[in-house]
Structures are given as structure tokens and as C-alpha cells.
């Protein structure tokens, strides 16, 4: 256990629906990141928050993604409009910057089934 | 053609053997990560670099920056280290977004 949680671990949801997925860091930790990662694939950067602020944004994520970072807590990730090749697993990670180290810490993913 | 290669994709190896799983960059970076990835989605990071060596029980990993060429060593492997081994780079500046590679599957038999 990183200290990283997400929810939920799985979902599967019919094409055309929202799906949110949500994310609690490391509570000291002031950078979020989400990844997403195909079967067989690498992990794809999506986007990242520096504290509540979205800094990134991949154009991988498009018009149907949304994230949000509210109090610099937690995040959320939201898809609209859900599509079959939106399925994936979603990994978050949080890190601590200072002095240009840093270890990110992933949580352990929501697997998405999109039908 | 991937930022982030690695190779083999796939690695079988008999309980003891020395391992050893390479990854090529074709950017520039300010650090390599090796993360471990087992079965059900969890990634563990095992080491950052920006030079040299580091080492961690009996894990092994180098880097030559002017080759853009990181190696992860396993000493005498053992099944718990199947698992899929993932090469990451940082880029430069201020944002710390990661590059993954593909991963390599380890299966380490007994």
C-alpha cells in the first residue's frame, strides 16, 4: 500500500454514460497526476495538478475529460459520454516536490469496461 | 518510434538466474525511473536516477546519460519478482510528468 487510494477499482458502464473516478494523494503531497494505461502499454500521462491548480492537460484528454483537484486534495476524474476505447486503467499519482527530487507514488488504478 | 524503448518485452528465467532488462531514451531527461508493476494494476517505484548506479537488496540499476541507456539488474531472481518492469523518463523543466515504456514481463520459474 502506497498511501494512494482510488475509487472505484473497477467499473464498467454502458457506452454513453459519465463515469467519475476519484483519487486521495498522499495528504502532504502538493502534485497529483493521472495516468491511463492500455492493455500491453505503458502508462499515458493525461494531465496534473500542482495543489488545486491543473497545470497540464495531454491531448489525449479531450472534450469528454474533466479533472478537478478542489482544495488540493483529492481529484476527481470525470468522463462524459463514455466510448468503448475509453476503457482502460486510470492511475493517479501524488509526489512531494522539493528540490527538484521526486517519487511519485501511484495509487492502484480503476479498471474501466466500457460496453 | 517511443520516446521510451525497452527490451525484451517478455523475459522468462529460471529461479536464480541474473537478470537483466534495458531501456533506450531519445530524449533529453532529468531523471529515469524503474517502477515494478505486478498483476492487478499496482505500480511500485524502485528507483529514480539522474547518474550512475543505484543499489537496493538485490536490485541493480545504471544509467549512461551520454548513451541515453538505463539497465535494471536482478540478482538472484526469484518468482516473487515476475512482474512487469516498467522503464519511465522525466523531461526537463518544471513539470515532472512521466514517459513510460512499454514494460517487460518477467516470469522468474522455480
Known amino acids: 500500500d502506497t498511501g494512494v487510494s482510488q475509487n472505484p477499482r473497477h467499473k464498467i458502464t454502458k457506452r454513453g454514460q459519465n463515469v467519475t473516478f476519484r483519487c486521495d494523494p498522499i495528504s502532504e503531497h502538493n502534485r497529483l497526476y493521472w495516468y491511463r494505461q492500455t492493455l500491453g502499454q505503458g502508462p499515458e500521462f493525461l494531465t496534473y495538478f500542482q495543489n488545486e491548480a491543473q497545470l497540464e492537460k495531454s491531448r489525449l484528454l479531450s472534450d469528454r475529460f474533466s479533472a478537478e483537484r478542489p482544495k488540493g486534495s483529492f481529484s476527481t476524474l470525470e468522463i462524459q459520454r463514455t466510448e468503448q476505447g475509453d476503457s482502460a486503467m486510470y492511475l493517479c499519482?501524488?509526489?512531494?516536490?522539493?528540490?527538484?527530487?521526486?517519487?511519485?507514488?501511484f495509487g492502484p488504478g480503476t479498471r474501466l469496461l466500457v460496453l | 518510434k517511443n520516446e521510451v524503448e525497452q527490451s525484451p518485452q517478455n523475459l522468462t528465467a529460471q529461479e536464480g538466474e541474473f537478470i537483466t532488462i534495458n531501456c533506450s531514451y531519445s530524449v533529453g531527461i532529468s531523471a529515469l525511473h524503474w517502477l515494478q508493476q505486478h498483476p492487478g494494476g499496482g505500480i511500485v517505484s524502485l528507483f529514480m536516477l539522474s547518474s550512475g548506479k543505484k543499489k537496493h537488496g538485490r536490485l541493480i540499476a545504471t544509467i549512461n546519460i551520454q548513451e541515453k541507456h538505463s539497465s535494471l539488474h536482478i540478482t538472484a531472481s526469484h518468482p516473487r519478482d515476475s512482474a512487469v518492469y516498467i522503464c519511465a523518463v522525466r523531461l526537463g523543466g518544471s513539470n515532472y510528468k512521466l514517459t513510460f515504456g512499454k514494460g517487460t514481463l518477467l516470469t522468474v520459474n522455480p
Open positions: 499519482a501524488s509526489s512531494l516536490v522539493a528540490a527538484f527530487q521526486e517519487t511519485q507514488y
